[in-house]
């Protein structure tokens, strides 16, 4: 069960985890955007605050994780402003970050997500290549939205 690997591969950020339920949704938002999980199976998911937290201030990453515990599927959130090109080089390191540990090599599936203020970002780039190779070898892509993302699971 990848939610109780996180755990023990990182036992002292238990404060890191903002929810560990099955509720009906799960939401998180900075500056207008916003990234929304709507849990119309119930699953058990753990919502796990990245940025400041699991990784510090000074190094490249996304804002959040969530972990859909029961299917084994990591969804990688960054919420960004204008500048897409350099959230996608936050996931990125985040996915490098997170890559050799117990439970990242567990998951069935990992998704990625930016939710930016730019309608339909164009990026290309050697980072954008490197995250969707990342991706799709774990069954996963990267998707883009404008302002806010919602997700039914």
């Known amino acids: 069960m990848p939610c109780k690997t996180f755990i023990n591969d990182y036992p002292g950020f238990k404060h890191c985890i903002l929810c560990d339920s099955s509720d009906e949704g799960f939401h998180v938002e900075e500056n207008n955007k916003e990234f929304i999980i709507n849990n119309i199976s119930k699953k058990r998911f753990m919502v796990i605050e990245i940025d400041g937290c699991i990784i510090k201030k000074e190094q490249k990453k996304c804002d959040y994780l969530f972990i859909n515990c029961n299917e084994s599927k990591f969804y990688f959130v960054e919420l960004k402003g204008r500048n897409v090109p350099y959230a996608v080089k936050q996931i990125l390191a985040t996915l490098d970050k997170f890559k050799t540990n117990e439970f990242y090599k567990k998951s069935e599936s990992v998704n990625a997500y930016i939710v930016t203020s730019r309608k339909n970002p164009n990026v290309i ?8 190779t990342e991706l799709g070898a774990k069954k996963g892509r990267l998707y883009f939205s404008e302002f806010k993302y919602v997700l039914d699971v």
């Open 125 to 132: 780039s050697s980072e954008r290549n490197d995250v969707d």
